[in-house]
């Protein structure tokens, strides 16, 4: 059946304290993004049981409310259209909700900002690394060849460049001209400067680092290749002195003396203070990351593996992607954070899996199978805050199995070459270790399935249990009410749908619509119809008269949803030919009349008028049958049956 968008943007509304609680509000292109003033007023269990919701969580300062592709955006412009908040971008909602967060969520938030649109960048330099390594082990000739050497410089450009991609990064972020923080970033890695990945090396081999002697200070000539954190912090000085002289400099002088004056001072702090300072600092950062991962028995790995989630949670995770970006920075690149991450994906996808086979409630497990399947991608927020927090008990069986494949991330020393992909994309940047990750995979989701398996509760089965005990009724009985009620359901719950329209049977597959005949959405069958007259198959709701009236949907008293599609492609006469006699929300008897169409109207416009009739939530029913594939029928005889 098809979502009434008005009414499930109404939902939301009054379950987070209307129009006058609501900061901002935008969507991205699966969830609304709001930005509550109060979240005391917000009733989370409420949004969730809106129809239409798939879930709801709050990140980065915002409340998340999940619809879907397709569907979010129509929900959105009735949330507008009933709220009167003025829309906004997703990028203005981010920012209104980073005003309510902390200096340090606030900095968290920063370093995500900066890194998150370079990703592409480093994920193709990774890729490509990887695919060199892989095909150079198969072909071991092809090293020496031109190809390899012209595809390989392509390869390092963007991690040998990272500093001028940060810093340009970096500038848009904090309101900087990008071709001045280019410039910048370029100082730090300039040729005339000693390579900082060969620095190593030649104090190894005795040779001595060229200094300079400036403002009483003794300087080494070494550049920042592999460092981010001196390259954030020039940018940002850049950025604050490039706009104080952009206000206090004459306009007729400001084009030439603003650029002079910021790459200068810019130019000179960096390479004398900013940069050998915070050099340390981040060396320290990196320290400590690869200390903690590589402690001994896998201890490290088991660690981040468990407590990886819960920094997703709390939004921690992008400062990650500065320490990744350190890594793969290295020569050779060795992103050792990387595989422990995708232990904690993959435990929380499959946690959410084992609460989709467990669980009784349909749209629970409409939610739970697909966003197991987006974290096994490497998108854990569907799985996460849409299921696993939900239920508690998936939410840390995820976190065991992220914490068991850690341990074994670890142990194993696997080392991505790029950053910003996980799970199984994640085999590409990690070739040299394929087995290897294999297996951190697969014992991750087991031991995730297992423990959420075995310790999720299904909410509907609890409170069968808490009724019976209530009622007095011994465990054992109650399971043995429970199994006859079951079996009564069976033989005598099946449901009836009647004709809507008099004409011929067909069965669905005879449907010139590939979606209809392959009953993608819903099992059912099909009229051709003969008298243009739509009538209610059962005593039941409206739940919906399609806009262009060409389709109306109707559920049963009893909770079966019917769509009635009248025509193939016929959305696309906007109504013409059609006249509605009922509207949404509607109370109707069976045989009264939801919907008039001229059927010579429809087909001098050169469109069929088959008229598929379907279970639109086939999925919460053990089965569908048509029972009227052929011959005539009229309205009031059987055409399909329902069985719970």
Request: proline share 5%.
């Amino acid at each position: 059946m098809a979502l009434d968008y008005r009414k499930a943007a109404q939902g939301v509304l009054d379950n987070i304290g209307g129009a006058s609680n609501v900061a901002s509000a935008a969507h991205c292109a699966t969830r609304l993004r709001l930005v509550i003033r109060d979240n005391a007023k917000v009733n989370k269990e409420g949004v969730e049981n809106v129809d239409g919701v798939k879930g709801c969580f709050e990140a980065s300062g915002q409340l998340q409310v999940i619809f879907g592709t397709g569907t979010v955006n129509k929900v959105f412009d009735e949330f507008i259209a009933i709220s009167g908040v003025e829309a906004g971008t997703k990028e203005t909602a981010r920012e209104a909700a980073a005003q309510k967060q902390n200096w340090f969520m606030r900095g968290i938030k920063t370093l995500g900002d900066v890194f998150v649109p370079i990703i592409p960048a480093i994920v193709a330099s990774g890729l490509l690394n990887g695919l060199l390594g892989g095909l150079s082990q198969a072909f071991p000739d092809m090293a020496g060849s031109d190809y390899y050497a012209m595809i390989n410089l392509m390869a390092g450009a963007a991690l040998t460049m990272l500093p001028i991609l940060i810093a340009i990064s970096a500038a848009k972020k904090f309101g900087g001209n990008p071709y001045l923080a280019a410039v910048i970033g370029f100082v730090m890695i300039h040729p005339n400067l000693v390579n900082a990945w060969s620095v190593a090396s030649m104090q190894a081999a005795g040779e001595s680092i060229p200094v300079w002697h400036v403002f009483g200070l003794t300087i080494q000539q070494t550049g920042y290749q592999g460092h981010v954190i001196p390259v954030i912090i020039a940018i940002l000085f850049m950025s604050f002195l490039e706009k104080w002289l952009h206000k206090h400099v004459p306009e007729m002088i400001d084009l030439f003396v603003t650029p002079l004056v910021t790459v200068l001072v810019t130019g000179v702090l960096t390479m004398t203070i900013i940069g050998p300072i915070f050099k340390v600092v981040e060396d320290w950062i990196l320290l400590a990351a690869t200390t903690l991962i590589q402690l001994p028995f896998g201890i490290g790995g088991l660690l981040v593996g468990f407590f990886y989630a819960f920094t997703v949670v709390a939004g921690f995770h992008h400062m990650y992607n500065m320490i990744e970006a350190q890594m793969v920075s290295e020569n050779p690149p060795a992103n050792i954070w990387m595989p422990v991450a995708t232990a904690a994906n993959v435990g929380q996808g499959a946690a959410a899996m084992a609460v989709a086979f467990k669980s009784k409630n349909p749209k629970t497990k409409e939610l739970a199978l697909p966003s197991s399947l987006s974290a096994f991608l490497g998108i854990t927020e569907p799985a996460i805050f849409g299921v696993n927090i939900r239920y508690r008990t998936p939410f840390i069986a995820g976190c065991c199995g992220g914490a068991i494949g850690g341990m074994l991330a670890s142990w194993f020393g696997i080392k991505a070459t790029a950053y910003g992909i996980t799970g199984l994309f994640g085999f590409l940047i990690t070739t040299d270790f394929w087995l290897q990750y294999a297996i951190v995979m697969l014992v991750s989701f087991a031991v995730a399935f297992a423990v959420s398996f075995v310790t999720f509760k299904d909410p509907d089965k609890v409170m069968e249990e808490k009724g019976a005990a209530a009622a007095g009724i011994p465990e054992a009985k109650a399971e043995e009410i429970h199994a006859e009620e079951e079996k009564k359901a069976e033989t005598g719950g099946v449901q009836t749908v009647y004709a809507p329209i008099e004409g011929t049977a067909i069965p669905s597959s005879d449907v010139d619509d590939p979606t209809f005949a392959a009953e993608l959405l819903g099992k059912g069958m099909a009229i051709q119809p003969s008298v243009g007259r739509v009538v209610a198959p059962f005593d039941g709701t409206v739940e919906m008269m399609f806009d262009t009236k060409h389709a109306v949907a109707v559920a049963s008293d009893s909770g079966v949803e019917v769509l009635i599609h009248v025509g193939i492609d016929t959305v696309k006469l906007n109504g013409k030919g059609y006249t509605p006699h009922v509207s949404s929300g509607d109370i109707v008897k069976k045989g009264d009349l939801l919907l008039e169409f001229d059927i010579d109207t429809i087909q001098n416009e050169g469109y069929k008028v088959t008229t598929p009739v379907i279970i639109s939530n086939t999925e919460d029913y053990k089965e569908v049958r048509a029972i009227k594939t052929s011959g005539p029928v009229k309205p009031g005889d059987p055409v399909i049956e329902v069985e719970p």
